[in-house]
């Protein structure tokens, strides 16, 4: 009886549909960055909407808990999702001097909008007029920042800090720190000396341990440059040295001394 081969199984291929990579919001680089100003924009929004919201939320369960009156908080803690976006992206751009002049002129100009706003809006309740400060400073600072830190960058090539002097981006942050700080103390009432040493002191104690990496760099920077100026002065001494075992004989410079032959008429031994 005549057997027959044994039949070849081959592995059955299944087709399978790839699935489409949806594009992820907010767009980012790879550095973390966020490239487009409408998802910026649209992500500081939606962060300062969510803060009001719970804001009611809050502001309506103490109301109803007989813990205080509706509408009494402040709208401007709504701010505190869009600053963390904005943090964000500050940490994104590395090191450098552009990401600090852009963030301070951002925020000068997002606070004196948001001032703007809240002063049109006196009359209304603090919950309804700090919201609406909130958004106009949230909107003001993502414009700013996105165009101002771009462009910053573009003029002053550096992106990542490099290229930059320690010592200027340790003086830009104390700058950005002591501004930080005076912003606040600004609406207080209080004497403005009074508001401008505390401002110091408190950005001293946070420049202490928020700028330590840009100043352990500016320290290295300027023993570096007192190390070469060090060396520079040894090279000069040496060669003047030189120059003086050159000069030290019987004679200047480049000249033999003369020979004198002698005067009593014997002649040479040679």
């Known amino acids: 009886m005549v057997g027959f081969p044994p039949r070849l199984t081959y592995p059955r291929l299944v087709m399978t549909e790839r699935p489409e990579r949806t594009p992820s919001f907010p767009r980012r680089d790879e550095e973390g960055r966020i490239v487009v100003l409408?998802?910026?924009?649209?992500?500081?929004?939606?962060g300062v909407v969510v803060g009001v919201v719970a804001l009611l939320v809050f502001d309506w369960?103490?109301?109803?808990l007989g813990l205080g009156d509706a509408g009494r908080a402040s709208g401007w803690l709504a701010v505190v999702l869009p600053a963390w976006v904005f943090v964000e992206e500050f940490r994104a751009w590395r090191f450098g001097a552009a990401r600090v002049a852009a963030a301070l002129v951002a925020a000068a100009v997002g606070i004196s909008a948001g001032l703007l706003a809240a002063g049109l809006a006196a009359g209304a309740p603090p919950l309804v007029s700090g919201g609406l400060a909130a958004a106009v400073f949230a909107m003001a600072y993502g414009l700013i920042w996105f165009v101002g830190v771009r462009w910053l960058a573009n003029r002053t090539g550096c992106r990542g800090g490099a290229g930059m002097s320690p010592a200027v981006k340790y003086t830009l942050g104390r700058i950005g720190l002591f501004v930080a700080v005076f912003l606040p103390l600004w609406p207080v009432e209080m004497n403005v000396f009074l508001k401008l040493i505390l401002a110091l002191a408190f950005s001293a104690a946070l420049s202490f341990f928020l700028l330590r990496g840009w100043r352990d760099e500016m320290a290295r920077q300027l023993a570096d440059a007192a190390e070469r100026r060090r060396a520079e002065k040894d090279r000069l001494r040496a060669a003047l040295a030189g120059e003086d075992g050159v000069t030290g004989g019987d004679g200047p410079a480049g000249q033999k001394p003369v020979e004198q032959k002698p005067t009593d008429g014997s002649a040479d031994p040679r």
């Open 38 to 46: 409408a998802d910026l924009l649209g992500l500081t929004l939606a």
């Open 61 to 64: 369960s103490f109301a109803l």
